[in-house]
């Protein structure tokens, strides 16, 4: 179904409930539809690149908008954490992250941070050849040589930054204690800081996540729920690379 009800869509799309009936839904993709918006409601309601559906409908079936690089048709499309959706006519670039309280928010970048996007690893496996395939938060599958990036053996709940739209790896970020993690899930969604541990726990039981904000400010989360930015400084400087 390509529409619903305004009053019934989540509560993170930033739309006006009562001055129209219907709005986009998000169609099944690459992001679950608790953790996504439809390319439509982004284009016009968010951004205000278009008054109505068919202005949204000109723009795409132009290729005005490009998400991760490439063309999308589909007013409907999901768009999720990490997403870079660009408008090349209007040098214009978005990345979209979580923010406390507020959901999916596009922030603008510039044409170079559009060419490259950070992926969770949600799972591994070997392919034939012996070769690792990587499959990431955003739907997408990356096949790599080997099981090593630097060095460095490759883990699920990682993050690897790469090329867009070649997916070239470019780095590896592991889920360590000091790295700088994004809460992707749960009520805390879209806090950020320094993981200071990491409690391992046997069965049923989900392993324990502490972060620190910048503001000081101490926050548990089951460890599934981060999503690893980069390597904090303070590590980089301690081990010499800073």
Avoid at 38 to 65: F, H
């Amino acid at each position: 179904m390509p529409h619903e009800k305004r009053k019934s869509a989540p509560k993170h799309w930033p739309i006006q409930r009562k001055t129209n009936f219907f709005t986009y839904t998000a169609r099944a993709g690459p992001h679950p539809r608790e953790h996504c918006i439809p390319a439509g409601v982004l284009i016009r309601d968010v951004l205000g690149y278009a008054k109505n559906a068919k202005e949204i409908k000109y723009i795409l079936r132009r290729n005005y908008a490009l998400v991760d690089g490439r063309p999308i048709k589909k007013p409907q499309f999901p768009l999720g954490h990490q997403d870079v959706i660009s408008f090349p006519l209007l040098e214009k670039h978005y990345r979209l992250v979580f923010r406390p309280k507020h959901g999916l928010t596009p922030y603008e970048i510039s044409a170079d941070e559009a060419t490259q996007k950070l992926c969770n690893i949600r799972n591994k496996t070997i392919v034939k050849g012996g070769k690792l395939q990587l499959n990431l938060h955003d739907g997408r599958n990356i096949t790599l040589d080997d099981a090593t990036f630097e060095g460095e053996t490759i883990q699920t709940r990682g993050t690897i930054l790469i090329d867009l739209p070649t997916q070239e790896v470019k780095a590896y970020f592991p889920l360590n204690t000091e790295m700088y993690a994004l809460i992707s899930h749960g009520r805390n969604m879209g806090v950020f800081g320094t993981i200071l541990e990491i409690s391992e726990t046997a069965g049923v039981t989900k392993s324990i996540a502490a972060i620190e904000t910048p503001e000081g400010e101490i926050y548990r989360t089951t460890r599934e729920y981060l999503f690893i930015l980069w390597v904090n400084q303070r590590k980089q400087k301690r081990d010499g690379n800073g």
